[in-house]
């Protein structure tokens, strides 16, 4: 088996939007347009299995001090594997490049999370511009049941 992780370009935009539009239905993933994703393309890493699409997911820089563990996904076909973990610590390598120093995530699987080293944090926590340029769009604003956790990256 193959496993290959990459930086996108746009040509790859639809079918990782093919690829999420199952939990973007359920409204587990925020939707992102075609035109939102061309211009955070940069953010984003897709992994291969065997030249398969198999996930992705996008570190999201909010501030010089948080960035995000975005749009996570792993096609279920390859789930078990550990992929979505590898992506969640690609994405953690990216904020600390950066030199951020911590990683936020908003999630239903919060096992998952703290298998990766997060830990969970209130709400009031998460920076004022994350509501109102993301969670104020989803289909279950105001009534979330998302879980904020974070993970402090060291030096």
């Not at 398969?52 to 001090?65: L, Y």
Request: glycine share 6%; aromatic share 8%; hydrophobic share 40%.
């Amino acid at each position: 088996m193959e496993i290959e992780f990459y930086k996108p370009t746009v040509l790859d935009i639809p079918k990782m939007q093919e690829l999420v539009r199952p939990e973007v239905d359920k409204g587990i993933i925020l939707l992102r347009t075609q035109d939102e994703m061309a211009t955070t393309i940069r953010s984003y890493i897709i992994v291969k299995v065997d030249g398969e699409m198999a996930g992705f997911t996008a570190t999201h820089i909010h501030s010089s001090r948080m960035a995000e563990v975005r749009s996570l996904i792993v096609n279920e076909k390859f789930r078990g594997l550990g992929l979505g973990k590898k992506l969640v610590n690609e994405c953690v390598k990216e904020a600390k490049f950066y030199g951020i120093k911590q990683v936020l995530s908003l999630t239903y699987e919060k096992d998952f999370f703290l298998s990766c080293g997060f830990r969970e944090i209130p709400k009031e926590e998460i920076p004022e511009q994350k509501i109102w340029a993301d969670c104020i769009r989803c289909k279950l604003f105001p009534i979330c049941n998302e879980i904020a956790m974070v993970k402090d990256i060291e030096d």
